[in-house]
Antibody
Framework: EVQLLESGGGLVQSGGSLRLSCAAS????????MSWVRQAPGKGLEWVSG????????YYAASVKGRFTISRDNSKDTLYLQMDSLRAEDTALYYC???????????????WGQGTLVTVTS | QSVLTQPPSVSAAPGQKVTISCSGS????????VSWYQQLPGTAPKLLIY???KRHSGIPDRISASKSGTSATLGITGLQTGDEADYYC???????????FGGGTKLTVL
């Protein structure tokens, strides 16, 4: 059974940093695209970042580019999101999502974690 | 404002049919695969459709989807109260080099 367990969320002041983790199990982690998708309270889904299976290719939404860094450790089956220069508008539930084998472009998300809440105070 | 445009809400009676549209452009929907997700209150999104029109395993055939040009459509027939949820379309945007989602559509089964 595929499991995605996010952690690392919490309360942080504007301008601060957080590192989210997503521990994966139940599948061959290194072969699948992984992404972070967030949802602000009462709002819709927003794609944040995606990374190829090898970690060689990374992509970011314009709203986080230059502030967030996605990475993965395939030896630990773990996905990360380093979030710097946090802003109030980054407040959201952050989901880890498992994509498909292949390119980040054109992926879809079959498995999702339950999310970790990030709250940025001004 | 989302790159993909969905109606904020749709509604229909039990047993009826509803369609949810997702409008984009040549840089996203027209040239990339579209997927659809259902999100029940307080839960993570659930994949319904991938690669424009392929139903994920376990999704009933009363749920279907299609794509034409820069638009995609999700259809649900035989509506049930359990279908009440938020629905999102998603795809890749080749110009942005980023994933994109629609703003979401709240389905109400009257």
């Amino acid at each position: 059974e595929v499991q995605l367990l996010e952690s690392g969320g919490g309360l942080v002041q504007s301008g601060g940093s957080l590192r989210l983790s997503c521990a994966a199990s139940g599948f061959t982690f290194s072969t699948f695209v992984m992404s972070w998708v967030r949802q602000a309270p009462g709002k819709g889904l927003e794609w944040v970042s995606g990374i190829s299976g090898s970690g060689d290719s990374t992509y970011y939404a314009a709203s986080v580019k230059g502030r967030f860094t996605i990475s993965r450790d395939n030896s630990k089956d773990t996905l990360y999101l380093q979030m710097d220069s946090l802003r109030a508008e980054d407040t959201a539930l952050y989901y880890c999502a498992k994509g498909r084998v292949g390119a980040v472009a054109g992926t879809f998300y079959l498995h999702w974690g339950q999310g970790t809440l990030v709250t940025v105070t001004s | 404002q989302s790159v993909l445009t969905q109606p904020p809400s749709v509604s229909a009676a039990p047993g009826q049919k509803v369609t949810i549209s997702c409008s984009g452009s040549s840089s996203n929907i027209e040239n990339n695969y579209v997927s659809w997700y259902q999100q029940l209150p307080g839960t993570a999104p659930k994949l319904l459709i991938y690669d424009n029109s392929k139903r994920h395993s376990g999704i009933p055939d009363r749920i279907s989807a299609s794509k034409s040009g820069t638009s995609a459509t999700l259809g649900i027939t035989g509506l049930q109260t359990g279908d009440e949820a938020d629905y999102y379309c998603g795809t890749w945007d080749s110009s942005l080099s980023a994933g994109v989602f629609g703003g979401g559509t709240k389905l109400t089964v009257l």
